[in-house]
């Protein structure tokens, strides 16, 4: 998902608006591990990133054992997600505060969910640790996945991306992520399959993500 609101999940938006492309691409690739834990088990999977990412956004998920209605918490087995860098230092997930819904998300143990998120803006390249404990696994092993992405710095055309059919003069919105690339851009138009272009605008900021134009 693409983050949404205030940084890190809310209770607005979750954990923000679903990104299919970047789920297929997770599945295509393989950007994600698969295993179980028991009671007081760890579980270490690592993988390496590239230069020139922009961010990077770990994922852990599992599919709790039914709760009690009379039960303090609805969590039965509860896991809990590190991320080591390759410096060594330790981040742990976003974590909501329930008693006050309007504060913003800080770093923390999570106690309560079964989707715990760590996200990393500009992170170094190397090799990074996803590290999984069975903090309380009561009826185990508790099965989970965790999924990674790390998002290069580059831009990403959403509309049009080939194949559009729209009406002359007709008002369109050309719309991309910028992908922490924060500068100006020229935007152009071909008609005839890359063979000549006409400019569409010569400065707009990228940051914006969205550009609206009429169509010749």
């Not at 990104?19 to 591990?33: G, S």
């Not at 009671?39 to 709760?67: R, Y």
């Not at 800080?106 to 170094?124: A, F, K």
């Amino acid at each position: 998902a693409r983050d949404l609101g205030n940084i890190g999940p809310d209770y607005t938006f979750g954990f923000g608006k679903p990104d299919a492309y970047r789920a297929v691409n997770t599945l295509e690739n393989n950007y994600y591990f698969e295993d179980n834990v028991s009671q007081n088990s760890i579980k270490s999977h690592s993988f390496s990133i590239p230069v020139n990412t922009n961010q990077l956004k770990i994922t852990l998920s599992w599919t709790d054992k039914e709760g009690s209605p009379i039960a303090d918490k609805s969590i039965v087995n509860n896991l809990d997600l590190k991320l080591v860098t390759p410096a060594g230092d330790t981040i742990l997930p976003w974590k909501l505060n329930s008693n006050i819904p309007k504060n913003i998300a800080l770093r923390g143990i999570d106690n309560v969910n079964t989707n715990e998120q760590v996200t990393v803006e500009n992170p170094i390249a190397g090799t990074y640790t996803i590290v999984v404990k069975g903090t309380s696994v009561p009826f185990g092993p508790q099965q989970y996945a965790a999924a990674y992405y790390a998002q290069s710095k580059n831009i990403e055309i959403t509309f049009p991306n080939g194949g559009e059919i729209e009406d002359a003069n007709s008002s369109a919105k050309i719309r991309w992520f910028s992908n922490g690339i924060d500068s100006l851009a020229k935007i152009e138009f071909s008609s005839d399959n890359g063979n000549s272009w006409q400019t569409v605008v010569n400065n707009t900021q990228l940051r914006n993500e969205n550009y609206t134009w009429t169509l010749p």
